[in-house]
């Protein structure tokens, strides 16, 4: 088996894994306007669950509603692997689940996470995150039973 090396013990460099990487570092910063200019106006991102969603504004707009719950949110990538326009990277995924903009104490979560990109003419034409966030949704129920009490 022909095993790639991690992100940070590899410097080599592609247009396909700059894109990437661009995209992953301003998901860690949130920086929403970057992140849109990444996406192609046929952008599509698919998350845990397999919801699909179609198009550039509709991505921006789902993602800055999860920054609103998760504002650290953030994508360590250890692995990457890539193709000649897909990649995918194997890492964690993780942050503080925080309803109503406030950080709760124990809302952290981490989890085992991998992405695959497709990058068409220099954009992310498609994202789609495997995690099991059954801890973030673990989170959620709780503060929500913490509100109906």
């Not at 845990?48 to 504004?57: K, N, S, W």
Request: glycine share 6%; net charge negative; charged share 25%.
């Amino acid at each position: 088996m022909n095993e790639q090396p991690s992100v940070e013990q590899e410097s080599v460099s592609s247009p396909v894994r700059d894109v990437v990487m661009q995209f992953v570092g301003a998901v860690n910063d949130r920086q929403i306007e970057k992140m849109t200019a990444l996406m192609p106006p046929e952008h599509l991102f698919t998350d845990t669950l397999g919801v699909c969603i179609e198009g550039r504004m509709a991505a921006r707009e789902a993602w800055q509603g999860y920054f609103r719950i998760v504002p650290d949110f953030k994508i360590s990538v250890s692995e990457f692997y890539e193709s000649e326009e897909a990649v995918v990277m194997v890492g964690t995924a993780s942050g503080t689940y925080s309803p109503k903009g406030c950080r709760v104490p124990g809302n952290q979560w981490s989890v085992p996470a991998v992405w695959r990109a497709v990058v068409e003419g220099g954009r992310i034409r498609k994202w789609q995150i495997f995690a099991d966030n059954e801890p973030l949704r673990a989170r959620m129920r709780r503060s929500s039973d913490k509100n109906s009490e």
